[in-house]
């Protein structure tokens, strides 16, 4: 499914440099404790959050669509300049509230052969995918402030924050890369960490 809302715009960009751990130094203040350990962990996103909202769960497809990544999203994927990716962006809802906000980016070269059916996900999340294949390998946790793009108008994050704390990681499903980054927005506010279901092979 390609799909983009008319004047689309993301609603998030990335504030600085991704960073592999939470220095001091990311806008002077580090996460708060209690999203730490959402923020760095391992396993399947989508399972930890489904356990959370007791099953409340799912997938808003905001945009999926063929187009030039970013350029610090194309050194990540080692993409060349005119190279395409399905870029996917999506808010994951629990207990009826937005709770995180994800954007993957799938290189045209890593959706051949057997990958071809990540082009078509519609609202399945594509974490959960990924963490079903036993062929899948992840990359270091990396972490940034995401500032909010004031252009966005989407209803959904309205009131939101000027910045959320977000985390990207580079997968490779059959040795192929894809860059998924995840921002938790103000209406997630845990009181337990992640319940640890599965985990992918790390780098």
Partial sequence: MLYSPPGYQSPYEPDGAWLSQPLETLQGKGPPAELLPWLLHPGSLTAALKHLSAGDFRVQVLSQRWQQPRLEERRALNMRERQRALVREVLLHGGGRPWVYAR?????????????????????????????QPDTRRGP???????????????????????????????????????????????????????????????
């Fill in 104 to 132: 993957s980016v799938l290189p045209e070269r890593s959706l051949q052969g057997r990958s071809r059916y990540l082009r078509s996900l519609d609202n399945r999340p594509l974490g959960e995918l990924l963490f079903s």
């Fill in 141 to 203: 946790i990396m972490l940034n402030r995401l500032r909010r793009n004031s252009h966005c108008r989407l209803r959904e994050l309205a009131g939101e924050a000027a910045s959320a704390w977000g985390r990207r990681s580079t997968f490779w499903l059959r040795d192929k890369p894809l860059l998924v980054a995840e921002a938790f927005l103000d209406g997630f506010r845990p009181q337990r960490p992640p319940f640890k279901k599965l985990e992918v092979r790390d780098d």
